[in-house]
């Protein structure tokens, strides 16, 4: 049984800093792409940021020069460091792996960013 368990959201103030932590537990051969989807109320889920095996970043326009994806394949765990928070950034973060030749999402954690 595979899970992804995401932490490390909660309330920040405009202008501030947050890091995510998704880890990947269970019989797992080979994580391959990784990433980190948000979804705000009342708006479809849309894509932050991706990260492949071998470190190829990708990043949706509205993050590029605030948010750093990483990962650490020896932990199976993927990061998300988020600066420069805006209000605008309010929404559940999901992670995303594609791992074992099947896709995975994780339960999302709430980031909320309000003064």
């Known amino acids: 049984q595979v899970q992804l368990v995401e932490s490390g959201g909660g309330l920040v103030q405009p202008g501030g800093s947050l890091t995510l932590s998704c880890a990947a537990s269970g019989t797992i051969v080979m994580i391959y792409t990784m990433g980190w989807y948000r979804q705000a109320p009342g708006k479809q889920r849309e894509q932050v940021a991706t990260?492949?095996?071998?470190?190829?970043?990708d990043y949706a326009d509205f993050v590029k020069g605030r948010f750093t994806i990483s990962r650490d394949n020896a932990k199976n765990t993927v990061y998300l460091q988020m600066n420069s928070l805006k209000p605008e950034d309010t929404a559940v973060y999901y992670c995303?792996?594609?791992?074992?030749?099947?896709?995975?999402w994780g339960q999302g954690t709430q980031v909320t960013v309000s003064s």
């Open positions: 990260i492949t095996r071998g470190l190829k970043t």
């Open positions: 995303n792996a594609d791992l074992n030749s099947a896709n995975y």
